[in-house]
């Protein structure tokens, strides 16, 4: 059964830190890893999406990176902003009778101070 | 772009009520879900489907019931609305069934409370 976890929970950062998020999977025959941003109280923005034949994924200051072999992704942001403060989810797919599902961890609640 | 709208972005409602959550989606996606977003718990599937009419349970079925009679709308119904239902609720929708090369698009959220 696939599990995902994020540590740290919590992440407070001075602006302009480059910073690295964790995400850790159980079942490395994963199809693809995503990563989501939730600003509070909203739903949630898809950032990068990894494919298994991928190692990484950038976005602007964003790069995602997956090791399927070690069951981790990173998230790495570069040069914070305040702006980037949110939560941080990751997702890895799992595919019970036929259907795929997603299993999601718990998050990074990050904060960038100005 | 993807548009996912869920119908109310807050709800309050009473134990014993009947209550219905809708979501649309406006891009034709095979896929819609339904999760509950709880402190500390993360997203839990409720209930997925991906096609009209077919319906599969999630992780944590109990208490809720769904209803996808077209393609671009999904309902989540909870039957007797609890307590310990009062949550965050998040409605999604991806593409290419059964093959999970796709993204999902979030809704905004409802967050609901029964008293």
């Known amino acids: 059964k696939q599990e995902v976890t994020q540590i740290p929970a919590a992440l407070s950062v001075p602006e302009g830190e480059n910073l690295v998020l964790n995400c850790s999977f159980t079942?490395?025959?994963?199809?693809?890893l995503q990563w989501f941003r939730q600003d509070p109280g909203k739903g949630l923005t898809s950032l990068l999406l990894?494919?298994?034949?991928?190692r990484e994924q950038t976005s602007g200051r964003l790069n995602a990176s997956l090791d399927k072999s070690s069951g981790r992704s990173t998230l790495y942001i570069a040069a914070s902003q305040p702006g980037d403060s949110a939560t941080y989810l990751c997702?890895?797919?799992?595919?019970?009778?036929?259907?795929?599902?997603?299993?999601f961890g718990t998050g990074t609640r990050l904060k960038v101070l100005a | 772009d993807v548009k996912v709208t869920q119908s109310s972005r807050y709800l309050v409602k009473r134990t014993g009520e009947k209550v219905f959550l809708e979501c649309v989606q406006d891009?034709?996606?095979?896929?819609m879900f339904w999760y509950r977003q709880d402190p500390g718990l993360g997203l839990r599937l409720i209930y997925f489907?991906?096609?009209?009419?077919?319906?599969e349970k999630g992780d944590i079925p109990e208490g809720y019931s769904v209803s996808r009679e077209k393609k671009e709308r999904f309902s989540l119904i909870l039957e007797s609305a609890s307590t310990n239902q009062t949550s965050m609720y998040l409605c999604?929708?991806?593409?290419?069934?059964?093959?999970?090369?796709?993204?999902?698009?979030f809704g905004p959220g409802t967050r609901l409370l029964v008293l």
């Open positions: 999604a929708s991806s593409t290419t069934r059964g093959r999970p090369q796709e993204t999902q698009y």
């Open positions: 079942d490395s025959a994963i199809y693809n």
């Open positions: 990894i494919q298994s034949s991928q």
């Open positions: 997702a890895a797919p799992t595919y019970p009778s036929g259907t795929y599902k997603y299993i």
């Open positions: 891009m034709d996606h095979e896929n």
């Open positions: 489907s991906y096609d009209v009419k077919m319906k």
